[in-house]
């Protein structure tokens, strides 16, 4: 019913630069918030960054200054872009977003999730 495509992941050198991208897709009649959760190996989910439906924005303290979250509301997308890499921002990253249509209220959905690598 609903989708959420991620691109934009790969490989970096430290202090380079990524942007993610992320689009719900599907029966959707609004979506509230939408994030990114980053997975490191043998670590827990943790959050990188949320935005609200209305540009309210929410990063976790290592990340702050460095990566960006913005959305476009027309396109149901949201990006993240990522200055000054470091390896230890390397991760799988998650797009998540809580959509509402006919079916639910505010449900929470998640992509598959973009690879990023950053090298020393």
């Known amino acids: 019913q609903v989708q959420l495509v991620e691109s934009g992941g790969g490989l970096v050198q430290t202090g380079g630069s990524l942007r993610l991208s992320c689009t719900v897709s599907g029966f959707i009649f609004s979506i509230n918030t939408m994030g990114w959760y980053r997975q490191a190996p043998g670590k827990e989910r943790t959050l990188v960054a949320t935005?609200?439906?209305?540009?309210?924005?929410n990063y976790a303290d290592s990340v702050k200054g460095r990566f960006t979250i913005s959305r476009d509301n027309h396109k149901n997308t949201v990006y993240l872009q990522m200055n000054t890499l470091r390896p230890e921002d390397t991760a799988v990253y998650y797009c998540?977003?809580?959509?509402?249509?006919?079916?639910?209220?505010?449900?929470?959905?998640w992509g598959q999730g973009t690879q990023v690598t950053v090298s020393s």
């Open positions: 998540n977003a809580r959509v509402s249509n006919y079916l639910e209220l505010d449900r929470e959905h």
């Open positions: 935005i609200g439906s209305g540009g309210s924005t």
